[in-house]
């Protein structure tokens, strides 16, 4: 009989301090300065492919963990660093995902590799879905492809909102609607390879956190790209849209199923900062002297530790059982990988909100780094799926029925 037990094994650790390592050392003493210039940390990307931690081989290593825990693991510790360098690291992943989900093996093959470029030229790549008039609800995107059968291509139009890395990256993969009656049923995902004429992005938003982070809104116009980057294939999406047609159940649609991969490490992503933020507080409620004591003895403030570390822990344990159900291929039937984001993101507000107070006014200043924290954290409550629509997902999952 197996005995069930939650400790790491020997290469789970050797990743967890390997990350940490570089967390330590080269995001979080450059974290303040890019989060005041809001650019891409493109040196810290190229020192990250140098040593291995920004490729398709690392992500492939962390996939093939038969746990799921690799993944979530190395995001904590990266994101325990700085969550807009994080994200500059691994925003490109979001992209990959939609290419494994969605894609062939030889589509993986041919633009994987392109989405993160090479240790002396790294790339960054963009999953565009969201759009100004469909966020949550991704049935009314309005973003067309339609195929021109004479060349041979796909033609795009329309626009994507907030999308990560949009503009700067080399790869692009666009969610687009191919029969907008169908709703999201009929949408299916492309690539845009490097260079395709008609996408741009006019300017880089402006943002409360995640500023090392480009974000931007994309724009395509009449954008052709030739028929193999259609993401399945042709043959594979007519058949999904004739089942779609006939009322046949479908297995997902192009923008849900990359969210449902990637839903546990976005709550993994969330830990790093509320850890980072809970373990300073931690260090200055122990060294902070008020009435001739540390602050921590004070009843209120030792409580209020001790409720961030269990809820950081509480929320821990929802993402790895989501990622380890995501990578044994286990149903999500009570809302699992939501329920693991939901958890995390909130706990990210509360825990750093909670460091700023604890901090009194000094957390207020940017002399301590629990203020970009806090900054930070609000978006986990609000991207790949809003508190609301966590909750929306996990109200479906357990009562079967159509909540709205």
């Not at 590799?113 to 991704?138: K, L, R």
């Amino acid at each position: 009989m197996v005995e069930f037990s939650l400790d790491l094994n020997e290469e789970q650790r050797d990743l967890r301090d390997w990350v940490h390592g570089f967390a330590a050392e080269v995001v979080r003493p450059a974290a303040a300065e890019w989060d005041a210039r809001e650019e891409t940390p493109w040196p810290v990307i190229q020192e990250a492919a140098k040593v291995g931690l920004y490729g398709f081989e690392f992500l492939a290593t962390c996939w093939a963990d038969p746990t799921g825990l690799s993944l979530p693991i190395a995001s904590e510790e990266l994101f325990w660093g700085d969550a807009g360098i994080g994200l500059s690291l691994f925003g490109t992943s979001l992209a990959v995902a939609a290419i494994y989900g969605a894609g062939t093996p030889d589509q993986l093959v041919e633009w994987v590799p392109q989405c993160f470029g090479d240790v002396d030229s790294p790339a960054v790549a963009a999953f565009c879905s969201t759009e100004p008039e469909a966020g949550s609800d991704v049935a009314a995107m309005r973003t067309r492809a339609s195929y021109d059968e004479a060349t041979d291509e796909w033609v795009l139009r329309g626009q994507k909102a907030y999308a990560t890395n949009g503009g700067i990256a080399g790869v692009h993969v666009v969610i687009a609607s191919v029969e907008p009656e169908l709703g999201s049923r009929g949408q299916a995902a492309f690539v845009v390879p490097p260079g395709t004429a008609g996408l741009s992005a006019t300017r880089k938003l402006r943002k409360l956190g995640l500023r090392a982070s480009h974000t931007a809104d994309v724009f395509l116009d009449e954008v052709r790209v030739p028929g193999r980057c259609l993401l399945g294939g042709k043959e594979a999406l007519d058949e999904r849209l004739a089942r779609a047609r006939s009322g046949q159940r479908s297995s997902g649609q192009a923008a849900m199923r990359t969210f449902e991969l990637s839903r546990p490490t976005v709550g993994a992503q969330a830990l790093g900062v509320a850890r980072a933020a809970y373990e300073y507080a931690l260090d200055y409620a122990k060294e902070r002297v008020q009435f001739g004591r540390p602050i921590i003895t004070n009843q209120a403030v030792a409580f209020t530790l001790a409720d961030m570390k269990m809820e950081i822990d509480a929320a821990r344990l929802l993402v790895w059982r989501a990622s380890w159900m995501g990578r044994n291929n286990r149903p999500f039937t009570a809302g699992e990988g939501s329920m693991s984001k939901l958890k995390a993101g909130e706990v990210a507000v509360s825990v750093t909100e909670k460091a700023v107070q604890l901090l009194g006014g000094a957390g207020f200043l940017r002399d301590h780094p629990v203020e970009r924290w806090y900054r930070d954290a609000k978006i986990y409550t609000i991207f790949e799926g809003t508190s609301e629509i966590q909750r929306l997902v996990i109200s479906r999952a357990i009562s079967g029925m159509q909540i709205r």
